[in-house]
């Protein structure tokens, strides 16, 4: 079993880093400290040390200095559900699900989940199931289904579901062959430009100008990191669209946050207005769903020369489900996660991993792969696009193997949390929140916005000096 140094080691290969820069890197904290039959751990701490490694090496190629980084195990673990321990006023979180979200049995015996915490998701599927917005009212029609056709027609119906599957199951679906022989990471030139400048400024990513177009945890975990390191980071979001508050808080610090409504001409004219100077484009939509409103990655390209175009998505951009929309929650469920987990606990039925270390870890992934490529960009020249899908980290979560009695570690208490916690004003109320877990011997990882309700800003650049 890999280390989480030899996990590092692979994966800052992946991303064309020189080998050398990760002598720079301290990693601290081995054993598990969350209950897990997987290295949710191990996880949490490379991809985090990944995106503070690449952070450093652009502050190296601006000013010239090299930098250490250090990031221990349990801080990144805490980090990657730092949405739990979010406090607005010392008020904590509202309940994470919608009423009728979770696990169901269906008349064959399966189990699926259901994600309704939009109200659209959970009124399709009130519809496709003919039944009232009540547990006990779900449960009884979906004893009328059978697992594997309720999923299908729920998708068809625009609902977001899973039925659980075995690991091996979902490796044998079309779907799962047709990513297999991807990699992690995707970073492709998609077009000529010339190399841009680093502009000025004291931080890595100072000066550079990011679009984040997406919602929920892992595009807005992106987001949050580069915002960290001192990028311009304007969240895109059109005030017709779902949210959820908790989250925006807690992925919102250190952002910018305007409205732009993509299904008007006035909405796509503000966007291209902002794409024209943007160094990081970032969007979790569908792929047809973005190319039909006029931003698919050759678009943008063409907007912007030497653009770092960076795509999410939830079951892999290859396959027969690659427009599919999906969750963490339901990734892990179709993919094999949960009833591993629940067979390790010895349950029946599903049991979920104790963070949603799909989101956080392919947030911080998307992260570390956009400033690698813009690191080629300014030696190199051309656009890049980035890839990464919860999917794909998933299958290299699995591949680094299992912890044996890993579901016997204790988990954090309050005590353990508190030496990761920070306090802060935002436009919600003082915020007690989870530091950033990459710590930078030269410059300090930090936010220096505050968390504010979406389109608080002018959908204007602040000014690169």
Request: charged fraction near 20%; include cysteine.
């Amino acid at each position: 079993m890999q280390s989480p140094r030899e996990i590092l080691s692979d994966l800052w290969s992946l991303g064309g880093g020189d080998p050398s820069a990760l002598d720079a890197v301290t990693l601290t904290g081995t054993k598990p400290m969350l209950p897990s039959s997987f290295r949710v751990g191990a996880v949490s701490q490379v991809t985090i040390a990944a995106a503070g490694l690449a952070a450093a090496e652009i502050w190296k190629a601006r000013s010239g200095e090299a930098q250490g980084i250090s990031v221990d195990m349990t801080h990144a673990a805490v980090e990657c559900r730092s949405e739990r321990y979010l406090r607005v006023d010392d008020k904590p979180p509202p309940p994470a699900w919608d009423v009728i979200a979770g696990v169901y049995k269906t008349g064959d015996g399966r189990f699926v989940r259901l994600h309704t915490n939009f109200a659209h998701h959970r009124e399709n599927v009130c519809k496709v199931l003919n039944c009232k917005p009540e547990r006990d009212d779900v449960q009884r029609a979906l004893m009328q289904w059978k697992g594997e056709e309720f999923e299908t027609a729920a998708y068809a119906g625009g609902c977001v579901v899973a039925m659980m599957r075995s690991h091996d199951e979902w490796r044998a679906t079309p779907q799962a062959r047709a990513i297999e022989g991807l990699p992690l990471i995707q970073i492709e030139k998609i077009g000529e430009a010339a190399p841009r400048p680093w502009p000025g400024g004291k931080r890595p990513l100072a000066g550079l100008r990011v679009l984040d177009l997406s919602r929920v945890i892992a595009g807005p975990v992106a987001g949050r990191t580069w915002a960290a390191h001192g990028a311009d980071v304007m969240l895109i979001s059109s005030p017709n669209l779902p949210s959820i508050p908790w989250l925006v808080i807690d992925t919102g610090r250190g952002k910018l946050t305007a409205f732009a409504d993509l299904k008007t001409g006035q909405g796509r004219d503000t966007l291209r207005g902002l794409l024209a100077s943007a160094d990081i484009f970032s969007q979790g939509y569908r792929p047809q769903s973005i190319a039909a409103l006029g931003f698919a990655p050759e678009d943008a390209a063409r907007v912007s020369p030497g653009i770092v175009y960076v795509s999410l998505c939830a079951y892999g951009h290859a396959g027969p489900w690659a427009g599919r929309r999906g969750f963490d929650s339901l990734v892990q469920t179709s993919t094999g996660f949960n009833d591993a987990e629940g067979r390790a606990a010895g349950a029946e039925g599903p049991k979920e991993l104790p963070m949603q270390i799909l989101d956080h870890a392919t947030g911080y992934l998307m992260a570390f792969g956009a400033m690698m490529a813009r690191l080629r960009q300014a030696r190199e020249g051309g656009s890049w696009h980035v890839k990464v899908s919860l999917a794909q980290t998933g299958r290299w979560l699995w591949n680094l193997g299992r912890v044996d009695h890993g579901l016997a570690a204790a988990d954090l208490i309050a005590d353990d949390v508190l030496p990761f916690i920070e306090q802060s004003p935002s436009g919600f109320g003082e915020l007690r929140s989870v530091r950033h877990a990459a710590v930078m011997s030269a410059t300090p990882a930090f936010w220096d916005r505050h968390a504010m309700p979406l389109g608080s800003s002018t959908a204007e650049w602040p000014s690169r000096s």
